[in-house]
């Protein structure tokens, strides 16, 4: 009994690897009509595996890019993200962050770790003839480069001493010492910013680029100094502010939400007039925004595998059509309906899944070609391969029963007639 079964297991296999290679043969006689068929589920499979790796690829780059902020770190703003006029209007009438609102969080919060502040502008940077346009000048208390990680490649930091006796120095980051130093030690060379000179202490590691805008065209000097030479009564300062561990990070918010709201004496019903910018704040906007971006993308999808659909049903039944003597003959020789079925749907599922293949194929090529041009990031996850291969061949399947059923159905002694 167990041996008539393992039999029957065995031919079914035998009898599918035959219908598959006859499926192939099939689609290789008609190499055009075939192609046809298939545009459909290309351009289907294309558009999605295309939107699911630019949306992997930006979810990473915004991670570990845009919205790493530093370990356990958010920041406090006057205005942060802001995604509609009205909002930004009314944003435009909040009073701004102040020294003195630096100073509060500094020696009132319990739950942080340090609190650091920067207020910064771009100028343009001179040395001897050399000149350097809009580079991001910024004022930083000494702890601001911790909790960002910048490292040092040459000299040192800026400290405690060069803060609070407003020093004229400054830290330099990899684009402007290289596009000054190239060829010669920067450290205690003067430059010219704006109408300010510095004297150069430190150079920082070289920190990449995001979007193709590199991140190291900066130059840092004490917050104490900028506020002496640069600062103007418009001017908001940035909190940074590091809880102590990541668990205490939303308490901490809500500890430097509390001390502001009590500074500004707003009442218990009115809205904050300040953001807390952490990195969870990005990455939801975010994730709001590839969201609709994809839905977008699965409706396309779904259109383009539908109409792909009806075209292999389409071509399967006049498939049916031009075999219908061959159906015969098998039918006389001993074939049953499932047989048939089994060839049919096979071949539409092959058909399919070819196209599926295809699609894979040019977007991979296309994103391969967009980081090889461009900046944006490009990462093809194995699950948007999977679901493309899966999805084409369902459709395969799914449009594929109904020339199958009809196919099997037909009378052998009929279909031997059909012969012309």
């Known amino acids: 009994m167990l041996k008539n079964k393992w039999k029957e297991k065995f031919g079914a296999g035998v009898a599918f690897q035959e219908t598959f290679w006859l499926a192939l043969d099939t689609l290789r006689t008609h190499k055009l009509r075939s192609f046809l068929t298939l545009l459909g589920v290309i351009l289907a499979v ?35 993200i802001v995604t509609n006029l009205d909002d930004f209007m009314k944003a435009q009438k909040r009073p701004t962050l102040t020294y003195d609102d630096y100073v509060a969080l500094r020696d009132n919060t319990l739950t942080t770790e340090q609190v650091a502040a920067a207020l910064g502008r771009n100028t343009d940077v001179r040395y001897g003839t050399e000149l350097l346009e809009n ?14 990680s910048i490292g040092v490649a040459r000299g040192r930091l800026l400290d405690e001493v060069d803060d609070e006796r407003r020093i004229p120095v400054c830290f330099l980051g ?53 506020l002496k030479a640069w600062f103007t009564p418009y001017d908001s300062i940035q909190i940074l502010v590091q809880a102590k561990t990541p668990e205490l990070i939303d308490a901490s918010q809500d500890e430097v939400r509390m001390l502001l709201r009590a500074r500004r004496h707003l009442r218990y019903k009115d809205p904050d007039n300040f953001d807390i910018l952490a990195s969870s704040s990005i990455t939801n906007l975010w994730e709001s925004l590839t969201g609709q971006v994809f839905r977008i993308a699965v409706g396309l999808t779904s259109v383009f ?5 009806i075209v292999i049903m389409n071509i399967m039944l006049a498939s049916v059509v031009e075999r219908t003597h061959e159906i015969g003959i098998r039918k006389s020789v001993g074939a049953k309906r499932r047989h048939i079925v089994m060839q049919f749907l096979v071949e539409a599922s092959v058909l399919a899944a070819l196209g599926g293949a295809l699609g894979i194929g040019i977007a991979l090529g296309l994103g391969a070609l967009v980081r090889a041009t461009t900046p944006l990031p490009i990462v093809t996850p194995l699950s948007a391969i999977l679901i493309a291969l899966a999805l084409s061949t369902s459709v395969g399947l799914f449009f594929g029963i109904y020339p199958a059923v009809r196919a099997s159905r037909l009378d052998p002694i009929e279909a031997l007639r059909a012969e012309t």
Do not use: C, W
Request: aromatic share 10%.
């Open 174 to 226: 990899a684009d402007v010492a290289n596009r000054f130093f190239s060829a010669v030690d920067p450290i205690g060379k003067s430059l010219r910013v704006g109408q300010q000179t510095y004297q150069v202490i430190g150079v920082g590691t070289p920190l990449g680029s995001v979007f193709g805008q590199s991140r190291d065209n900066f130059v840092l000097i004490p917050l104490g100094t900028y």
């Open 305 to 309: 595998l539908v109409v792909g659909g």
């Open 46 to 80: 294309t558009t999605l595996v295309a939107v699911m790796s630019v949306i992997e690829g930006l979810n990473r780059y915004i991670t570990d890019k845009i919205a790493n902020l530093g370990s356990n770190a958010f920041v406090v703003l006057r205005i942060g």
């Open 135 to 148: 580079v991001q000048l910024a004022g930083i208390t000494p702890n601001y480069v911790h909790i960002y």
